[in-house]
């Protein structure tokens, strides 16, 4: 092996690293780790820059704008205490509902943002009926991850899949990872009574006063909400639609974005383009620049070679492996840093022989996104949740949700890898 390829090596083994020991901001981490990169000679700036995926930036800033303005508007939290007040304010009911809306909204809003918006909503009802938020809480990461997996737009991953396969459009996702979602969403919901109704007991009266609230206070400008609401429908027609228009995904939310900003003004504007997560933006830009080494230097190849030579090319024992080494592997470390690994790895097998890479796209897609529910630091959505938490003095231990998440996990990907086997494989 090359010098230039144990170096690219080294320095992304050392990035990784500290991305999981998560001593230092994991965005500082990953553009020092892409710096490195070019600074040593392994890539040239301008070959870097060509591996960004503009495309997942461009797509995930242009929800952001476009979420941010919408929550401005309450919409979300008129949701979800209408919901409660639905299910007269029983607890376990409130507690499902919570998470089949939280499973919904990050398929089409991304989990993150989802989680962001419900858990002060969830904290809001929990207090008024005097139980403990903790397994509200673990349901909704539960179905984050979960919903996430249905679309293009509901987790990164997926994102970062559909961005660098342009065969895999908004469509292809829905109709070839939503049957799943759901099904395992269904399955989840009986477990979730049976584990989570005897620590959320509550009284009557505590019931009554969730029947009490008013949501049609929580919607603070309905004009605004109008707009929202109208550029959100527009958008999501632009994402089933965007492969026929010969559009990218990013092309589509931004343009909404913009479209919702002509239409709220300039003020909205500034305090939109504060919310969006940088830090977030600018991890991707440095993961995508420190896989670049990896990819320029033939490392990637050598990968794709040998787990090629693993498997003998057969493709079932090459989804099934894709699907539980992405699951496992999500499940310890972020999914984004490992997905932008495997992404080059899997199209590097499609020019050694392996014709169909369609199922594989789809076990990395679900091994990625079910496999971020095995432990707290699987996915951003369980750390964004768990901080939230512990701010509000409830905080969820590692122990705590491995107790709950690995099992539903190893559930949900037994499950994925029989719908993958059944109706790709055979």
Request: with cysteine.
């Amino acid at each position: 092996m090359e010098q230039q390829a144990i170096l690219a090596i080294g320095i992304f083994v050392v990035i990784y690293g500290l991305i999981i020991a998560e001593k230092i901001h994991r965005t500082i981490v990953a553009m020092i780790g892409g710096g490195l990169m070019i600074v040593l000679g392994i890539v040239d700036q301008e070959t870097a820059i060509h591996h960004i995926d503009f495309n997942t930036l461009g797509l995930l800033v242009g929800m952001m704008i476009i979420v941010n303005i919408t929550a401005e508007t309450g919409l979300f939290k008129y949701i979800a205490v209408k919901a409660a007040k639905r299910v007269k304010g029983d607890p376990v009911r409130i507690l499902i509902v919570l998470a089949l809306i939280t499973a919904f909204g990050s398929a089409f809003l991304d989990n993150v943002t989802t989680v962001l918006l419900l858990v002060p909503v969830t904290f809001s009802i929990t207090r008024q009926l005097g139980v403990n938020p903790i397994p509200f809480l673990i349901a909704q990461i539960l179905a984050s991850n979960t919903g996430g997996t249905a679309t293009l737009i509901g987790d990164p991953p997926n994102i970062m899949i559909g961005s660098a396969v342009k065969e895999l459009t908004f469509m292809a996702f829905i109709l070839n990872l939503a049957p799943i979602a759901i099904l395992i969403t269904a399955v989840f919901v009986p477990i979730f009574i049976i584990l989570f109704r005897k620590q959320i007991q509550t009284t009557e009266e505590r019931k009554q006063s969730i029947m009490q609230m008013d949501e049609t206070e929580l919607i603070t400008d309905r004009k605004l909400l109008n707009k929202s609401l109208f550029v959100m429908g527009l958008t999501i027609l632009g994402f089933f639609m965007h492969q026929l228009l010969h559009l990218e995904s990013a092309t589509v939310a931004l343009a909404g974005a913009f479209i919702l900003l002509l239409l709220t003004g300039e003020k909205m504007m500034e305090e939109a383009f504060q919310k969006v997560e940088w830090m977030t933006i600018f991890f991707f830009i440095g993961l995508f620049m420190l896989v670049s080494g990896l990819v320029e230097t033939g490392v990637i190849s050598e990968l794709a070679e040998q787990a090629i030579a693993m498997t003998g090319g057969d493709l079932v024992i090459t989804s099934m492996l894709i699907m539980w080494l992405s699951a496992i592997a999500s499940a310890f470390v972020d999914n984004i840093p490992f997905v932008a690994t495997m992404i080059p790895m899997i199209q590097e097998m499609g020019n050694m022989g392996i014709s169909n890479l369609e199922p594989l796209w789809w076990s990395l897609a679900l091994g990625a996104c079910l496999g971020g529910n095995g432990t707290l630091i699987g996915a951003s959505a369980n750390v964004i949740v768990a901080g939230m938490s512990g701010k509000e003095g409830y905080p969820i231990t590692f122990i705590q949700f491995l107790k709950y998440g690995f099992p539903l996990m190893l559930l949900s990907v037994i499950l994925a890898s029989i719908y993958v086997y059944l109706r790709y494989l055979i």
